[in-house]
C-alpha cells in the first residue's frame, strides 16, 4: 500500500530499500529555506539495523501488508521459540533473535501477538506489563533519596533491570515489556 511520507507515524512498518523498517520517531521539519520534510529514525525489522532518513513532503512510500495472530507460547528449542494458535492448533517457530531479549519474559501458555509477512514471522508484541521475580539485588544504600535512585536488580529469566532501592530479592514485580523497565511491586 502507497503512502505519503507525511504519513508516516511511529510504530508503522515500512519497505524501503528492499528492507522492513520499523519507525521509531518522526519529525516533521519546515526550514526557513527550502520545501519541508519529515525527519524519520527507522530500524531494520530483520537485521537491527538503525537509519535516520529525510523524506520529502511529495515522497511516497510502500506501508507493508501485514497480519497479525494470537499465539500462545509453547517452547524454546534451541535457537526458536515455537507458539500455538488456539482455535487452528496451527504451530509457528520464530528465531530468538528475532525477539531481542525479550524471549526470556516467555512463559508457558502466555499469550503472544505475531505479526506476519507473507506468512513468514517478524515480530512478537507480549502483554504489556507481566509479572516477574527479583532474582538478585543490592542492598539499598541508606539515606538515598527514592525520587532518582535506583539500583541493579536480576529478574528470575535472567534480563538485567533498574527497580528503586525499597526492592528486595526475591519480591514479585510487574515490568513494562516494551522498555523492560520496573513498573510497581506485587503485593
Not at 521539519?29 to 539495523?49: H, R
Amino acid at each position: 500500500m502507497k503512502i505519503s511520507a507525511v504519513e508516516i507515524r511511529p510504530g508503522m512498518i515500512i519497505e524501503y530499500k528492499n528492507d522492513l523498517w520499523s519507525v521509531l520517531k518522526t519529525q516533521h521539519v519546515k526550514p526557513g529555506k527550502g520545501g519541508a520534510f519529515n525527519q524519520v529514525e527507522l530500524k531494520s525489522v530483520l537485521k537491527g539495523t538503525k537509519l535516520n532518513e529525510r523524506f520529502r513532503s511529495n515522497d511516497v512510500l510502500d506501508k507493508a501488508e501485514l497480519d497479525e495472530k494470537k499465539f500462545n507460547f509453547l517452547y524454546i528449542d534451541g535457537e526458536n521459540c515455537h507458539f500455538m494458535e488456539n482455535k487452528t492448533f496451527e504451530q509457528v517457530e520464530m528465531p530468538k533473535s528475532l525477539t531481542g531479549e525479550r524471549y526470556k519474559l516467555l512463559k508457558e501458555n502466555l499469550e503472544v501477538t505475531i505479526t506476519f509477512m507473507r506468512e513468514k514471522p517478524i515480530s512478537m508484541e507480549l502483554p504489556t506489563n507481566i509479572e516477574c521475580e527479583i532474582k538478585s539485588t543490592d542492598a539499598a544504600i541508606k539515606k538515598q533519596t527514592a525520587s532518582s535512585s535506583y539500583k541493579p536488580a536480576i529478574l528470575d529469566c535472567g534480563i538485567k533491570i533498574n527497580v528503586p532501592p525499597f526492592i528486595e530479592s526475591g519480591e514479585k514485580i510487574v515490568i513494562d515489556t516494551r522498555t523492560l523497565e520496573y513498573v510497581k511491586r506485587v503485593s
